[in-house]
Nanobody, 122 residues
Framework: QVQLVESGGGSVQAGGSLRLSCAAS????????VGWFRQAPGKEREGVAS????????YYDESVERRFTISRDNGKIAVYLQMDSLKPEDTAMYYC???????????????WGQGTQVTVSS
């Protein structure tokens, strides 16, 4: 059984930065995408960034490209999301997630974390 635990959310002003962390326990194979989704009130959950360990390819939603960076630590089975130049529209609950390709599709996710809130004020 895989468990994903997020940390690092919080409140920040527009233009600021936050770093999210996800610690995973259990077995996650190299063919499993691991990454981040978010859900704002009244909106569907959407893929933000994910990494496919087998190829080390990283995938980003176009709304966060060049602002967010996903990285992983294989030794700790951890995934991180560095979020820079944050905008009010980035406000959402952020979830660590693991699942199958395509990496940014919510319906392909098998495991979800509990979520961590990110709030960006203008």
């Amino acid at each position: 059984q895989v468990q994903l635990v997020e940390s690092g959310g919080g409140s920040v002003q527009a233009g600021g930065s936050l770093r999210l962390s996800c610690a995973a326990s259990g077995y996650i194979g190299s063919r499993t995408c691991v990454g981040w989704f978010r859900q704002a009130p009244g909106k569907e959950r959407e893929g933000v960034a994910s990494v496919y360990p087998r190829t080390s390819n990283a995938y980003y939603d176009e709304s966060v490209e060049r602002r967010f960076t996903i990285s992983r630590d294989n030794g700790k089975i951890a995934v991180y999301l560095q979020m820079d130049s944050l905008k009010p529209e980035d406000t959402a609950m952020y979830y660590c997630a693991a699942g199958a390709l395509p990496c940014l599709r919510a319906d392909r996710i098998v495991y979800w974390g509990q979520g961590t809130q990110v709030t960006v004020s203008s």
